[in-house]
């Protein structure tokens, strides 16, 4: 059973950072990519940035500069450095991955981590 477990959220002020983590694992599986979406109130769930095991990596324009993600493959874990933290980026993060387990891809989300940001 994969399992991925989040940590790293909580409270910062508006300027501050916070780093978020998720590791994977509970099978023998590869990582084809992972990613952290974000769901704040009221809102739909968006794709905030995403790594691929190759490296390349893609975030959305409003936090291009200020998040960054990289993972440790060995570890299979992906991590969330984000810098700059503005009120809007107060949300419930989820981190997604594609494993594949055999031949067969599938896709797993963790529970969710809360960040706010307070002015």
């Known amino acids: 059973q994969v399992q991925l477990v989040e940590s790293g959220g909580g409270s910062v002020q508006a300027g501050g950072s916070l780093t978020l983590s998720c590791a994977a694992s509970?099978?023998?599986?590869?990582?084809?990519?992972m990613a952290w979406y974000r769901q704040a109130p009221g809102k739909q769930r968006e794709l905030v940035a995403h790594?691929?095991?190759?490296?390349?990596?893609y975030f959305i324009d409003s936090v291009k500069g200020r998040f960054t993600i990289s993972m440790d493959n060995a570890k299979k874990t992906v991590y969330l450095h984000m810098n700059s933290l503005k009120l809007e980026d107060t949300a419930v993060y989820y981190c997604?991955?594609?494993?594949?387990?055999?031949?067969?891809?599938?896709?797993?989300w963790g529970q969710g981590t809360q960040v706010s940001v307070s002015s």
């Open positions: 790594i691929t095991n190759g490296g390349s990596t």
């Open positions: 509970g099978s023998t599986f590869t990582v084809q990519f």
């Open positions: 997604n991955a594609v494993l594949l387990i055999g031949p067969l891809g599938n896709t797993y």
